[in-house]
């Protein structure tokens, strides 16, 4: 069956990089939409980026843009969410999440109904202190 495994999470001082990886197995990534999500305590689930693995089309929300990167490794059936400059807002715990890409006109829509995504790993604490 499909499963995510969310690894790299960790504190890191403000102005600091972490890279978190989602590691895939049950499906191949390159025939899934792949997102990262995240979600601080008392807060509601925040999307942060997608990747359509055919194309490497990337989107990302507005509050990381220019400072997150998603990407892929088909070799390694893994996707990477390179974060710098990390503030303090950026504390959360990220969900790596997939869908067949056949069921999404866009993968870009998998960040704003995450209620219709299938697969969600248990994520990873990112904590970014002062």
């Known amino acids: 069956q499909v499963q995510l495994v969310e690894s790299g999470g960790g504190s890191v001082q403000s102005g600091g990089s972490l890279r978190l990886s989602c590691a895939g197995s049950?499906?191949?990534?390159?025939?899934?939409?792949m997102a990262w999500f995240r979600q601080a305590p008392g807060e509601e689930r925040e999307a942060v980026a997608s990747i359509d693995t055919t194309t490497g089309t990337a989107t990302y929300a507005d509050s990381v843009k220019g400072r997150v990167v998603i990407s892929q490794d088909n070799a390694k059936n893994t996707v990477y969410l390179q974060m710098n400059s990390l503030i303090p807002e950026d504390t959360a715990m990220y969900y790596c999440a997939a869908d067949f890409r056949g069921w999404w006109d866009y993968c870009s829509g998998l960040l704003t109904r995450p209620d219709k995504t299938n697969y969600w790993g248990q994520g990873t604490q990112v904590t970014v202190f002062n």
């Open positions: 049950g499906f191949t990534i390159s025939q899934y939409c």
